[in-house]
């Protein structure tokens, strides 16, 4: 049986956010879906509004195909006049994703059936790092999570992932469309179309949110994850 990897991605403090910001969130995660189904062998499913469920079946476009959400996510996310202490962390950090590596028992997308370790791993890391949402004050530490059998592979990850999260953390939210899109294999030439700005705006934004490291990580993912299938 061979492995596929599960994401289980959580929006962080949605409590925060009105019936109508929920709604608007809802309708972005299809659209996104609607994107990635179209770019990647995948199976995708939003869970009571904030909550995704993604199957990736190949394992290697796994990390690619976070870095999507999680940059759409960011993006995707206006300013409101909201200054509270949770809408400024879902502001900040968007969603958690955990990647889980593993074999899935059974896994039907007719029938929506997901079962086995791959989402087993990513559910109980995502719902382990939810247990502080519902708290006055909601400490993150990490948004992005690798977890599989193999202690020697999550090490490997860890260290990878931990940079993604800092640079995809740190960057505002026109960096993360920009990310979105060159993700998505957009050249600059091309997103300066798409956005209308000018080149040299689109690279030096790429260059502060650290393309060459993204770049470098996913590929770097995709050869490491093609051993271990």
């Known amino acids: 049986m061979k492995k596929k990897i599960v994401l289980s991605g959580d929006i962080v403090a949605s409590t925060s956010l009105n019936v109508e910001e929920k709604i608007t969130l809802e309708k972005k ?5 609607s ?3 179209e770019n990647f062998p995948i199976y995708a499913r939003i869970i009571k509004g ?7 079946e190949k394992p290697e476009d796994a990390l690619l ?13 206006d300013d409101q006049d909201n200054n509270s202490s949770r809408y400024k962390k879902f ?8 990647m889980g590596f593993g074999e899935l028992s059974r896994y039907d997308k007719q029938k929506g059936v997901i079962d086995g370790d791959a989402i087993y791993f990513s ?4 719902n382990e790092e939810a247990s502080t949402y519902n708290k006055q004050r909601i400490v993150i530490k990490n948004t992005l999570f690798f977890i599989s059998e193999d202690d020697n592979l999550n090490q490997m990850m860890d260290t990878i992932i931990s940079l993604l999260d800092v640079l995809i953390g740190n960057a505002t939210a026109k960096q993360c469309h ?12 091309e997103i300066s179309t798409h956005l209308n700005i000018k080149q ?12 060459n490291a993204i770049d470098k990580s996913v590929n770097y993912f995709k050869e490491t994850i093609k051993d271990y299938k």
């Open 29 to 33: 995660l299809n659209e996104l879906i």
């Open 35 to 37: 994107i990635l189904v």
């Open 50 to 56: 904030d909550y995704l469920e993604v199957v990736v």
């Open 65 to 77: 195909v976070t870095l999507l959400i999680k940059s759409f996510v960011k993006s995707a996310i």
């Open 91 to 98: 502001k900040n950090y968007g969603i958690r994703i955990a």
């Open 123 to 126: 559910g109980r890391k995502i």
């Open 178 to 189: 920009i990310l979105f899109l060159r993700l998505l294999g957009k050249s600059e030439k």
């Open 200 to 211: 040299p705006t689109v690279n030096k934004q790429l260059t502060s949110i650290g393309w």
